[in-house]
């Protein structure tokens, strides 16, 4: 009995085109990527700059620590050195110090004090000469010169005038020492704000640094990841183009249907295994020029 085979195929040009595709798509699918491409298209993160390392530095610095050291590829901070673990504005609460106590005067009296004082006095004794001159001359002229009375007199005035003096002098003194306090207390009180406004002004240079350190960190992340995406767009653009390609052969087949050709087969007589081998044979042929293969 007669048997006869039919093969539907695509139009010549529809079977081409798909073939073409299929290897092209077997060819870029069958290349792994390179390590350079892997590596330019993989997440990187920028690295420390100089600003954000020295706003480190000068926050350490302020902390009493020493020297810090950077990681050459990441730029994160490693280590720090030996500091002398003093911060920033103990030096000013160590000043702050020595004005205070019972000797704190000391250092701010003044040199022309000793001066003041002998000049005041040389004045204080010369007038009392004149005054005890006075004495005299009055005892003179009432005819009591040498008397009792006028001795009383020049005694009294004596130990009145060693008295005054030694009044006039504690009080030359206490006046020096007085002032020399307030300037120490006011000394104390002038490093004690140093050592409050230190920190203040160096916190404010450190968060400048920092902030101008998170700009320029930025800017460098966006160049990164700018690069990165380029990288993924160069190894994905010969896929988009075939996703184009495997798109427009579809809506060909599916949407614009091709009158194909048909090949037909007519055995003269029944064929016996070796013939259905060779008929199965030339279906999957068929199927397989179709698919490409």
Do not use: C, H, W
Request: without cysteine; hydrophobic residues 35%; proline residues 5%.
């Amino acid at each position: 009995m007669a048997e006869t085979t039919t093969i539907a195929r695509p139009a010549p040009y529809l079977e081409a085109a798909g073939q073409t595709y299929l290897d092209l798509l077997t060819k870029r699918t069958g290349q792994a990527p390179t390590a350079a491409e892997l590596q330019a298209m993989s997440p990187q993160i920028a690295g420390q700059n100089v600003l954000s390392q020295q706003a480190q530095q000068q926050a350490a610095t302020q902390a009493g620590l020493g020297a810090l050291t950077f990681d050459p590829t990441t730029g994160a901070v490693t280590g720090a050195g030996q500091g002398t673990g003093i911060a920033g504005y103990q030096p000013f609460l160590q000043q702050a110090q020595q004005y205070t106590g019972p000797q704190a005067y000391q250092q701010f009296m003044s040199p022309y004090q000793q001066d003041v004082i002998s000049t005041t006095l040389s004045e204080f004794d010369r007038q009392r000469q004149i005054a005890q001159q006075q004495i005299g001359a009055g005892a003179v002229g009432a005819g009591a010169f040498g008397g009792a009375r006028e001795g009383i007199q020049q005694a009294e005035f004596s130990a009145q005038s060693l008295q005054d003096r030694a009044a006039l002098e504690a009080q030359l003194r206490q006046q020096g020492f007085q002032q020399a306090s307030q300037l120490a207390s006011q000394a104390f009180a002038q490093q004690g704000q140093l050592a409050s406004l230190q920190p203040t002004l160096a916190a404010q240079q450190v968060q400048q640094l920092g902030a101008a350190g998170t700009q320029n960190l930025a800017y460098q992340q966006a160049v990164i990841d700018a690069q990165r995406q380029a990288a993924q767009f160069q190894y994905q653009e010969p896929y988009t183009r075939l996703q184009s390609l495997g798109a427009g052969i579809t809506g060909l087949i599916s949407g614009y249907p091709q009158p194909g050709f048909q090949q037909t087969t007519t055995p003269s007589q029944q064929g016996g295994p070796l013939s259905s081998a060779l008929s199965a044979a030339a279906g999957v042929y068929g199927l397989g020029t179709l698919f490409g293969r």
